[in-house]
């Protein structure tokens, strides 16, 4: 029957997959368009605000349960239950409590721009994994902590957004820096140890000269680097990715030593602050680790 559709045997428009993540183009017409959305346990994800008032985009929760904080309230929403957006004024984020299948409707087309969005975060994750030991799972809980801490730190949405992305790339940089040195088991050498030092700017201009990259190696007293900033002089956002930086490599095996347990990095963490860490994120963080029972 002309204009009557029928797939089946899992046909679609379109798809693109990051990890266990997958969008499904199904249909669209007029600016429409009917998408299937995958998502993992663990996952925040937001929906952006726009100039269009006439867009509305609405999402139908078939397998799974997503949470929404707004104003410090937290709610569930679970398998047969839905949201939609229209004239949104800032961003809204949620979070995946388990693996989540959601019926995505939007009335402007947005799969080409997610879809390029997708490929492009693949194309850099590609790329710092033949670089370094990255694990996408891994920083994806690091950039989770880093929202959490920037939350009850009550920093702005659009700071809280920023620490997302900057905790999933901070060490970007390294993609520039040679394999011998990034592998190297014993201890740099003073030359080797300043080539390192430059990812730092690698990354800034990989990311569009974000400063949070830049600074995520400055030190409170001082002695840190690229540019020997001190406490106040560092942006906050950049002494919570440096925590967590931290943090990370210690809990982590490195090619020169073995990595060591969640209670013992946190007890690292605290000696060191004051001087190389700012004592209230690494305060915060502990409080996040014994509430996820990493502690």
Known sequence: MKGLYLCQNNQYLDKVSKKKEELTL?????????????IPQGVTFYIEPTENSGLMEFVYI???????????????????????????????????LSNAKMLYIT??????YLSGEIEELNDIVKRIEEKDSY?????????????????????RRDQVEL??????????GKIAIPDL???????????????????VTYGQEAVKGTFLILQHHERID???????????????EAKIIAVLDGYNAMISDRPYRNKISPSMAVEELKRCSGT????????????????????
């Open 181 to 199: 040195i990034l592998d190297k088991p014993g201890k740099l050498t003073d030359r080797e140890f300043e080539v390192v030092k430059k990812h």
């Open 222 to 236: 001082g002695k840190g680097y690229p540019n020997g900033l001190k406490d106040e002089e560092i942006l906050i």
């Open 276 to 295: 190389q860490y700012d004592g209230k994120i690494v305060h915060i963080l502990e409080e996040i680790l014994i509430e996820d029972k990493q502690l």
């Open 107 to 112: 009335t402007e087309p947005v799969f080409n």
């Open 163 to 172: 620490l997302y992305f900057a905790a999933l790339f901070y060490d970007i």
């Open 26 to 38: 199904l249909a669209k017409s007029n600016g429409t368009e009917i998408m299937l959305e995958k």
């Open 135 to 155: 694990d996408d799972e891994e920083n994806e809980e690091l950039s989770n902590y880093a929202m959490k801490i920037g939350e009850k730190l009550e920093l």
């Open 62 to 96: 078939i397998e799974g349960s997503l949470s929404h904080k707004d104003e410090k309230i937290t709610r569930t929403l679970k398998e047969g239950e839905y949201f939609y957006t229209h004239r949104l004024k800032e961003p809204a984020y949620f979070k995946t």
